[in-house]
């Protein structure tokens, strides 16, 4: 049995502003983002890892950079593992968009048309990306353990059809800058091995 392992982005400019940066050009890995990544890519390199995705965002393509370097293992990008497009909310700060829309993180899980009307994807449209790409790599590298670098959401979306996580609890539920959310091969299903491992002492799997 073989393990998708998804990895949230080490903390960036737009995570420390709170600012929804979307697939905004430029926004960087902070310090401490850095330094999660170079910690996370220890703790990735006993698992035997055969191959890392990547969303081509650069907060997340500089993550895989730095795990992939240190696993020695190159990296490939692919579109399905992007941020989320913010549409009007691009560059906001999140008490700005409460301010004048509410709760739209909220909205988002539970599918508001206000989300879509504002240009945003809407949360079934990432569901449906993130599970094609789960469904080629489960073909693909069957038996094998393969890392994902993406962003909260695409995350979440994995975890809500596993799971059939509720908006409620989607929007309670956060996942950490450099932290991975591990899915295991059960047969023909996956199964949910870990959310926001960050430290070998949480981990019980032998690789």
Do not use: C
């Amino acid at each position: 049995m073989g393990s998708i392992i998804f990895l949230r982005h080490g903390q960036a400019k737009n995570n420390v502003e709170k600012v929804l940066a979307g697939r905004t050009d430029g926004v960087s890995l902070t310090d401490k983002g850095i330094n999660q990544a170079q910690s996370i890519a220890k703790f990735l390199k006993p698992m035997k890892i055969s191959a890392i995705y990547s969303s081509p965002i650069e907060r997340a393509s500089k993550t895989a950079e730095i795990v992939a370097n240190h696993n020695k293992i190159d990296f490939t990008t692919d579109e399905r593992l992007t941020e989320l497009d913010m549409g009007k909310f691009t560059g906001q700060r999140y008490d700005k968009i409460f301010e004048k829309h509410g709760n739209v993180f909220l909205k988002f899980y539970e599918g508001q048309l206000e989300i879509a009307h504002n240009g945003v994807e809407t949360f079934v449209e990432v569901k449906k990306r993130v599970l094609s790409m789960v469904d080629h790599l489960l073909k693909e590298h069957h038996d094998e353990n393969v890392v994902l670098v993406t962003h909260m959401d695409p995350i979440k979306s994995m975890l809500a059809i596993v799971m059939d996580l509720k908006p409620q609890s989607l929007f309670e539920l956060i996942i950490a800058n450099g932290s991975l959310t591990v899915f295991r091969e059960e047969g023909t299903k996956l199964s949910v091995k870990a959310i926001n491992a960050m430290d070998p002492v949480q981990f019980d799997q032998i690789w």
